[in-house]
């Protein structure tokens, strides 16, 4: 089929057939928009269709299954619960019979009555009565002067309501739209990793060639085609490409001011009953020297449990604290949080900082008082939970954000946090070895 120029995969859904206000509004609500929008989402799954297999022949494995014969007979009634229509019929092929049922069938009993030869696609399950029944296949007409060649069928993922044959027959009327899609991805770069262009992936997702032989069905079906590694490619590259931007627009902007001074030093080793380890003392000369260096820190921090990480991270939070600046410190759980406020209340007791909790189960007053000292900065030093994400979390001087056991929060968590502050310093922790 060669693609009509005329349909763009920036224009509307309503341009596609079968698409009217009502339609268009139940594809908006669930993100589809325009016919690009349609194009990529992709299948969930394939049906083997290319093999017809006959009644006798028939696994009852739950598998779906093709079938060619004639329907011999129908009787269409209403069931006792309101608004359910149910056909019945019988299916035969030279091997033998079974009984097919729909409920509420659309036109497929006009279309079964004008057919001498159908395809039946579905799962075939024991009847009540005993023999084969299969319930509500999916119908294809046969025209018995030409060849029956199957194909692998598309299954997709239902958009809200909109599901089964009709969206896949939707996604088909957008397919012509491909060949006005651009391809972000150079030609030469195509050709040096052996990729295929975006259109060619697409295409051969929604409509697998006839001709696919049994190692690109495995290809196809385990997600290691060349079209899976495309788009595969593609989600890195923008991933990849989002996050030097984000780099980059951090670094734009000069992080808040930390300095190390003789007074901060020795309060520092005030602080700690204990010598550092060669490992802590390395990793907060980093740290010290990304506070200096200008644009704002982001770092992370990885380490066995026990191993000396939230240490580090108080220093870090006296630097912070010292140079004028809001702290907060965020841990997936409550009880971790409560952990580290009674760990920092320990060390920072000879200090002017003493670090507040807020979490789920803080007390209406606490809670706003709390919220209160973070908005005017008289609450310099906060460990929480998620509850410091939320809307309601004003910090007025956020000089430095750490976040522990980094892997249990998403990116748009730990974005939401830093984004209370004017490009504050970041340091995350984990003990979970990142690959």
């Given at each position: 089929m060669t693609d009509d120029c005329g349909l763009r995969p920036g224009d509307s859904v309503e341009r596609l057939k079968g698409v009217g206000r009502i339609r268009r509004r139940q594809l908006g609500a669930v993100g589809i928009h325009t016919v690009g929008d349609l194009l990529f989402h992709l299948p969930l799954r394939w049906e083997d269709r290319r093999r017809i297999i006959s009644i006798e022949g028939i696994e009852e494995n739950g598998s779906a299954i093709a079938v060619r014969g004639s329907v011999t007979g129908m009787v269409s009634r209403r069931a006792r619960r309101r608004g359910l229509t149910i056909l019945e019929a019988v299916f035969e092929d030279p091997t033998g019979r079974m009984s097919v049922i729909w409920f509420n069938p659309r036109g497929i009993e006009k279309r079964l009555s004008q057919a001498e030869t159908v395809v039946l696609f579905g799962v075939c399950k024991p009847a009540p009565r005993g023999g084969l029944q299969m319930i509500n296949p999916e119908v294809e007409v046969v025209d018995d002067s030409k060849r029956w060649v199957g194909t692998l069928v598309s299954i997709y993922p239902a958009l809200g309501s909109i599901g089964g044959p009709f969206l896949r027959r939707l996604i088909g009327s957008a397919l012509p739209a491909l060949g006005n899609l651009p391809d972000p991805l150079p030609e030469a770069v195509q050709r040096s990793l052996d990729l295929p262009d975006l259109r060619t992936a697409l295409r051969s997702l929604h409509r697998p060639s006839p001709d696919i032989d049994d190692r690109g069905v495995a290809m196809l079906v385990g997600r290691r085609s060349p079209a899976h590694l495309r788009l595969a490619f593609d989600e890195l590259l923008a991933f990849s490409l989002g996050l030097a931007q984000q780099r980059g627009e951090r670094r734009v902007d000069p992080g808040p001011r930390c300095v190390v001074n003789d007074a901060i030093r020795q309060r520092a080793t005030s602080m700690l009953p204990f010598q550092l380890t060669g490992a802590q003392r390395r990793v907060l000369k980093e740290i010290v020297a990304d506070f200096e260096a200008g644009p704002p820190m982001a770092r992370l921090l990885q380490g066995d449990v026990g191993s000396g990480k939230t240490v580090v991270a108080a220093m870090a939070l006296l630097i912070a604290l010292e140079n004028g600046h809001q702290v907060v410190m965020m841990a997936p759980t409550e009880l971790l949080a409560e952990q580290h406020r009674a760990e920092f209340e320990r060390l920072f007791q000879e200090t002017p900082w003493t670090p507040e909790l807020l979490s789920g189960s803080v007390g209406t007053a606490?809670?706003?008082?709390?919220?209160?000292?973070?908005?005017?900065?008289?609450?310099?030093?906060?460990?929480?939970?998620?509850?410091?994400?939320?809307?309601?979390?004003?910090?007025?001087?956020?000089?430095?954000?750490?976040?522990?056991?980094?892997?249990?929060?998403?990116?748009?968590?730990?974005?939401?946090?830093?984004?209370?502050?004017?490009?504050?310093?970041?340091?995350?922790?984990?003990?979970?070895?990142?690959p």
């Open positions: 606490q809670r706003r008082k709390i919220l209160a000292g973070l908005a005017d900065a008289t609450c310099p030093f906060v460990v929480g939970t998620h509850a410091l994400i939320q809307d309601a979390v004003d910090l007025a001087n956020l000089g430095l954000v750490v976040i522990d056991e980094q892997h249990r929060f998403g990116t748009v968590q730990r974005q939401a946090l830093v984004g209370k502050g004017v490009s504050p310093h970041l340091l995350v922790m984990t003990a979970t070895p990142i």
